[in-house]
């Protein structure tokens, strides 16, 4: 049985709503610069925890935050895989959460 189609109000409501609090990546647990432009790839977007062709259902409980880059190395796991941090090192393991960050500070 095919998905039913995304409904991009709710995907962008969704989006806001991850974004809110301005979370780090959920993936490698840097800090996520959400003022850099489309395609660059530290800017913010959602992940699915378990990938849409997996299974995993289009809720905001399925989602999270992420540099697009770490994005596209997670690809379509579904434990997340071990993440390349910039320093070089692999560090998530399954079922490890990311350590809370303080929110930026952005200057007016």
């Known amino acids: 049985m095919p998905k039913p189609p995304r409904n991009t109000a709710t995907r962008d409501r969704h989006r806001a709503t991850i974004a809110r609090g301005f979370p780090p990546c959920a993936l490698c647990g840097d800090d996520i ?3 850099l432009p489309y395609l660059d790839p530290g800017e913010f977007v959602v992940d699915h925890i378990v990938p849409r062709n997996r299974g ?16 596209r190395l997670k690809s379509d796991k579904d434990d997340g895989g071990p993440i ?9 393991t399954q079922g490890e959460v990311p350590h809370p960050r303080p929110r930026p500070h952005f200057p007016a």
């Open 56 to 71: 995993g259902p289009d809720t905001i409980a399925n989602k999270q935050p992420a540099h697009r880059r770490c994005n």
């Open 33 to 35: 610069d959400y003022t």
């Open 84 to 92: 390349m941090r910039r320093s070089g090192s692999l560090t998530r």
